[in-house]
């Protein structure tokens, strides 16, 4: 199996701030061609249901550890620009 099919690449900052949040560790920051960013996590069937749960509104996080991983994450990605 390909490195890469064992990960997964979100753009969504609200999404990675989310999963950060929740524990999931960013293993890559990245960016494309047009210059946009996306993170970079390790793909597993937790991490599948989390993402399900956000886009379903039912995830739950601690408003002040997402607000600051929000932050965290716009840091990383002016920084590295």
Known sequence: MDKKDLTVRIRDLGLAA?????????????WDKSGRAYFVFIQSEELDRAVKHY?????????RRLIENSKMLKSIIYAER
């Open 18 to 30: 989310s999963l950060v949040s929740c524990g999931f560790e960013i293993t890559q920051t990245c």
């Open 55 to 63: 886009w379903s509104d039912t995830l739950n996080v601690k408003a």
